[in-house]
């Protein structure tokens, strides 16, 4: 039965390692040519139009395509694509840290705005997380600064704890399908709607030539990665319990922050490794946390 077999996980632990190294195929983009805003419009444009045939199709027959959800789509979308300008606007390591202090943000929202209670595992992880913060921002200390990528990740991270809310709160009829086109629809409109801020490096759109070099590289980056590890991660959120689907998920950060480590030529020193350490464990304990104090059936 396949809600008992160890595919849907090893689905899962794949998906989020190989969206973990994400960051290299986009920044190859943008070395390729593409602006920091144009480069992620495309992650999300390109998969879209490869998609849209099928949304055509499943529309025909009468089932959902996704777009109703669209307060869900929103903010997991806005907060991936803010996830993605950062990773091209401050360095591999700091955004990755940055965004995955959700469980900050997650238990801060789970206790002022559904009004649940602060256990100890959840404290010690929101505690983690602002200290793995505050490490990797040098607060305090001479080396403290921020630059316009760390307040996208952070504010990515936010965003993103508020989707999962809404998502908990959602109805359970969505289709993987659904939920991909949702996701690749509503981040193509804000990650345009991102392309207008008034940040020079978001550049301007490319000419006919870079295009058309380009183009087929986006077509089998939307089809050979992005649509797969993406349907990888919604059909893995069906079958697999929500504590393991929080551990696996954190294969995203360490896969990241390690190839970061090793590939990406920015610093990666004491403060980094530090802050790693805090915001996975932080994630780890939330999920056990959590998983522990469960009621049982």
Excluded: C
């Excluded at 992620?40 to 499943?58: G, K, M």
């Excluded at 193509?188 to 070099?213: S, W």
Aim: glycine share 10%; charged share 10%.
């Amino acid at each position: 039965m396949l809600r008992r077999s160890p595919y849907p996980e090893l689905i899962v632990a794949v998906a989020s390692s190989a969206w973990g190294l994400f960051w290299i195929p986009l920044r190859a983009f943008e070395r390729g040519g593409l602006d920091a805003g144009w480069a992620v419009l495309s992650q999300f444009l390109v998969p879209l139009l490869v998609l849209l045939p099928f949304a055509i199709w499943q529309r025909v027959k009468g089932n959902p395509t996704g777009i109703a959800q669209w307060r869900s789509g929103v903010f997991v979308s806005l907060a991936v694509g803010l996830y993605l300008e950062s990773l091209l606007f401050t360095d591999v390591a700091r955004a990755l840290i940055l965004f995955y202090t959700m469980p900050a943000w997650g238990t801060l929202l789970d206790v002022v705005v559904l009004k649940r209670q602060l256990t100890k595992w959840r404290a010690l992880a929101l505690t983690l997380s602002l200290l793995g913060l505050a490490i990797i921002l040098g607060v305090g200390s001479e080396l403290f600064h921020f630059n316009i990528g760390d307040l996208m990740a952070l504010l990515a991270g936010l965003l993103f704890s508020i989707g999962a809310v809404i998502v908990r709160q959602s109805p359970e009829d969505e289709t993987v399908f659904s939920q991909l086109f949702a996701f690749f629809f509503y981040g193509a409109i804000a990650t345009f709607l991102l392309t207008y801020l008034p940040i020079e490096a978001m550049g301007t759109p490319p000419n006919q030539d870079e295009l058309v070099t380009l183009l087929p590289w986006l077509v089998i980056s939307a089809a050979g990665f992005l649509i797969p590890v993406m349907t990888g991660i919604y059909f893995g959120s069906r079958y697999v319990d929500p504590g393991r689907l929080g551990i696996f998920l954190q294969f995203e950060a360490l896969f990241g922050i390690g190839s970061a480590a090793l590939w990406a030529g920015e610093p990666f020193g004491l403060p980094q490794l530090l802050g790693t350490v805090l915001v996975v464990a932080a994630g780890l304990i939330e999920v056990l946390g959590v998983r522990g104090t469960a009621p049982s059936n």
